[in-house]
């Protein structure tokens, strides 16, 4: 069964850095992770995803200031998020999938959250 711990949210002010990390336990290897998130009183969005092989993709709203890595040997994906602003603050999910994950199609596996607040 996959499961996806998440860690490394917390409080930063605007222009702050922050690290989030995902392990996937349970497996081997999985394809694709990648990172949601949601805001109070809005929809969850799509932040990057990684595949196993490297392939990036980042959200307009991200792009020059996080960054998505992984270290297939430990399972693990993780955020590196620069020049934070306060409407970065959010509930950050790690997804994952066997299959690719999408922007409008996230994976089927979810992490629980960690919560990311910027203070401006």
């Known amino acids: 069964q996959v499961r996806l711990v998440e860690s490394g949210g917390g409080l930063v002010q605007a222009g702050g850095s922050l690290r989030l990390s995902c392990a996937a336990t349970g497996i081997v290897s999985i394809n694709a992770m990648g990172w949601y998130r949601q805001a109070p009183g809005k929809q969850r969005e799509f932040v990057a995803s990684?595949?196993?092989?490297?392939?990036?993709n980042y959200a307009d709203s991200v792009k020059g200031r996080f960054s998505i890595s992984r270290d297939n040997a430990k399972n693990t994906v993780y955020l590196q998020m620069n020049s934070l602003k306060a409407e970065d603050t959010a509930v950050y999910y790690c997804?994952?999938?066997?299959?690719?994950?999408?922007?409008?199609?996230?994976?089927?596996?979810w992490g629980q959250g960690t919560q990311v607040t910027v203070s401006s």
């Open positions: 990684i595949t196993h092989s490297g392939s990036t």
């Open positions: 997804n994952a999938d066997w299959g690719a994950i999408r922007p409008a199609v996230p994976g089927n596996y």
